[in-house]
C-alpha cells in the first residue's frame, strides 16, 4: 500500500502566517488530492490534481509537489481555516489517506 | 446541485449484518464512480472500495474483501453498502463520495455502532 506520513500531526497558526503541511508518498507515479474536514462534517475536497483549488476554495490555498512529496500551503492563515486537512493520493490502489494534519488558530 | 443523502443511523449487534444507502441527486449517476470511505472515531480516512453505477464494476481495498459488499440501484440512483460479520472494529462513520477529479461531493456519514 502506499502509506502517507503526513506532517505535523497538530499545529497552532496566528492569523496572516503562512503554513505548510507535508504529505509524503511510499511510492511515486500519483498525484495527490487534499480535503478539509471540520469537526462533525464530511469532508471537503480541497485541492485535487496535486495543485488544483477546488471549487469555493480561496486562493491563499496552493498544492504542490511530485514524485513522493507533497505540500499544502497557506498563504495568509485565517481563523476559517481551522480545520484537519488529509492528504489522498490517487491512483494506486488501494487509495489511501494520510493520517491528517489538525490545525488550530492561535 | 449534486447531493448525496445517506441512511440514519444504526445500532447493531455483533455477528449481524447492515446495508446502508447513499442516493444520488443533481446528476447523471451512471456516470460516475461512488466510493465508500471508513472513519473510526477520532481516527483518521480508511478506503473501502468504488462502484461504477454504469455496469456494476467495482473494486475493493483488499482489507475489505469478505467484509463490504457494494451495489448500485440504477432506477433508484442509489448505492449501497452491506457490511457483514460485524464486530466492534466495524463501528465508524461511512462516507459515500462521488469521484470526478477527486472526491468531490461526499454523503452526510453514516454512523455504524456494534454493540450487544
Known amino acids: 500500500d502506499n502509506v502517507l506520513p503526513q506532517s505535523p500531526t497538530t499545529m497552532a497558526a496566528s492569523p496572516g502566517e503562512k503554513v505548510t503541511i507535508t504529505c509524503h508518498a511510499s511510492s511515486s507515479g500519483i498525484y495527490m488530492n487534499w480535503h478539509q474536514q471540520k469537526s462533525g462534517t464530511s469532508p471537503k475536497l480541497w485541492i485535487y490534481?496535486?495543485?488544483k483549488l477546488a471549487s469555493g476554495v480561496p486562493d491563499r490555498f496552493s498544492g504542490s509537489g511530485s514524485g513522493t512529496s507533497y505540500s499544502l500551503t497557506i498563504n495568509t492563515m485565517e481563523t476559517e481555516d481551522a480545520a484537519t486537512y488529509y492528504c489522498?493520493?490517487?491512483?494506486?490502489?488501494?487509495?489511501?489517506f494520510g493520517s491528517g494534519t489538525k490545525l488550530e488558530i492561535k | 446541485q449534486v447531493q448525496l443523502q445517506q441512511s440514519g443511523a444504526e445500532l447493531v449487534k455483533p455477528g449481524s449484518s447492515v446495508k446502508i444507502s447513499c442516493k444520488a441527486s443533481g446528476y447523471t449517476f451512471t456516470s460516475y464512480d461512488m466510493h465508500w470511505i471508513k472513519q473510526q472515531p477520532g481516527n483518521g480516512l480508511e478506503w473501502i472500495g468504488w462502484i461504477y453505477p454504469g455496469n456494476g464494476n467495482t473494486k475493493y481495498n483488499q482489507k475489505f474483501n469478505g467484509k463490504a459488499t457494494l451495489t448500485a440501484d440504477k432506477s433508484s440512483s442509489t448505492a449501497y453498502m452491506q457490511l457483514s460479520s460485524l464486530t466492534s472494529e466495524d463501528s465508524a462513520v461511512y462516507f459515500c463520495?462521488?469521484?470526478?477529479?477527486?472526491?468531490?461531493?461526499w454523503g452526510q456519514g453514516v454512523m455504524v455502532t456494534v454493540s450487544s
Open positions: 489522498q493520493q490517487c491512483c494506486s490502489t488501494p487509495l489511501t
Open positions: 490534481d496535486t495543485s
Open positions: 463520495a462521488r469521484w470526478r477529479m477527486g472526491m468531490d461531493y
